[in-house]
């Protein structure tokens, strides 16, 4: 019996020590991936933050918002691709940023996000198909009217359908500016905070119709041929010399054409679908119009739409960061609460479910397509060196508003046309 007694023992003694030798399997729970958005828009951040903090109170994922100042998008990205913890959501918003960025995007086709999508109008690819960037918003520009003012200067917006109307109305409000009390278009600064609306936007009708003659262009022209720079003259010229402001006088800005208009000084303000919140409460029945310039067949001309902002998801950020990335976007997009937000200071999201906008200058823009007018894309995002372009092309509208010679605006031509060649040369190297 002791000898049975010790044998079972032993035994029990052997499965426990085999039990103790097992290793139990552990539960490994998926890794929970965190959002980094760099944000392009400064207009953006007190929402892009409500927002981010909403989300991580509603699911646990982290998301951190850094959001660039104002004109420094491209050193703030490169800086912070740089560390560490990478952006994992950030913007691509033209060719040049394609150019310079593909590697690091992530492509789209196919995700959550893109079949969240209503249109493929503002998305961005490289030249192998990948969907590097996709809109999240756009945006419209033109020239802002105040139609009550049109009206009391005699005209009626009917009128305005082409250059020719639109010279005839602006002249004829300018020459009475002094027995109506308002003039027709606001100031045309040439500072920093002004100068865009006419070197980037107005410059676009000239690209756009270039872009239209040779087929539409998939990437930067190596050069211009300044075919509708007349026509660009014709607008400009039109906007400095029936204005409340004398040409002289636009070098150095400090004129406050948003506020001229708001309080009916101006019946024009050369301006976006951003402004419309701003001006459309003193200026409830505000409208947009092309930039009519003199081109043949301009009747049928739409607003200029299109965008710089352009969502991508960091290629080289983990699979579970990009998870967490891809579903912040669509929650941004879908949610009734967090769309309604983002359309709020957006204006517009071209998202199947995000909500309607409430913006009149982007519903100007739907009407002028529903009516079977052209859109005006962004041919100006091919702007080369925009920085240095831009700045050449000020400093000649600034010799030409201070001298209106023909010697002057040959500087402008120059500087507008030869000027794109030297940048496209000096950025492909």
């Known amino acids: 019996m002791k000898k049975i007694i010790a044998l079972l023992l032993a035994m029990v003694m052997v499965l426990s020590l085999a039990a103790c030798g097992e290793k139990k399997e552990e539960t490994k729970e998926p890794e929970k991936g965190s959002v980094y958005w760099l944000n392009f828009k400064p207009e953006l951040d007190e929402t892009a933050q409500a927002l981010a903090k909403a989300y991580t109170e509603k699911t646990g994922v982290a998301v951190k918002v850094v959001t660039a100042a104002s004109g420094t998008y491209s050193q703030t990205l490169t800086s912070e691709m740089d560390k560490t913890s990478a952006p994992t959501m950030f913007v691509i918003g033209n060719q040049a940023g394609v150019k310079d960025w593909k590697d690091y995007a992530l492509d789209l086709k196919g995700t959550a996000i893109a079949n969240e999508l209503s249109t493929d109008a503002y998305n961005l690819y490289d030249e192998t198909g990948k969907l590097v ?211 709020e200071q957006l204006g517009i999201m071209p998202y199947k479910n995000a909500v309607a906008s409430s913006n009149g200058f982007l519903a100007d823009a739907a009407r002028y397509t529903d009516d079977g007018c052209y859109v005006m894309d962004w041919a100006t995002n091919y702007q080369p060196n925009v920085d240095d372009y831009r700045a050449a092309l000020v400093s000649a509208l600034n010799a030409y508003n201070a001298d209106q010679s023909d010697a002057n605006w040959e500087t402008v031509k120059t500087a507008f046309v030869d000027g794109w060649a030297v940048q496209y040369k000096k950025a492909n190297q």
């Open 133 to 343: 960037s996709i809109g999240y918003c756009f945006e419209c520009y033109g020239i802002i009217v105040n139609p009550d003012l049109i009206e009391k200067a005699g005209h009626t917006m009917d009128e305005i359908k082409n250059f020719e109307g639109l010279k005839t109305v602006a002249e004829d409000i300018h020459s009475r500016a002094a027995e109506l009390g308002f003039d027709a278009f606001s100031s045309s600064d040439m500072d920093g905070s002004s100068s865009w609306r006419f070197t980037g936007h107005m410059a676009n009708l000239e690209y756009f119709y270039e872009e239209r003659d040779a087929g539409g262009w998939t990437e930067c022209p190596a050069q211009l041929t300044g075919a509708y720079m007349q026509n660009f003259k014709n607008l400009y010229d039109l906007c400095i010399n029936n204005s409340i402001t004398e040409p002289t006088a636009l070098a150095n800005g400090g004129h406050d054409a948003e506020n001229e208009f708001k309080t009916g000084k101006a019946a024009f303000f050369v301006n976006g679908s951003w402004e419309y919140a701003a001006v459309s409460g003193d200026v409830p029945r505000a409208t947009m119009i092309p930039y009519y310039c003199g081109v043949a067949g301009e009747e049928k001309a739409g607003l200029n739409c299109g965008t710089e902002n352009c969502w991508a998801i960091n290629a080289k950020a983990s699979a579970a960061d990009q998870q967490a990335t891809m579903d912040f976007m669509v929650w941004l997009v879908s949610d009734p609460e967090a769309s309604a937000k983002m359309v």
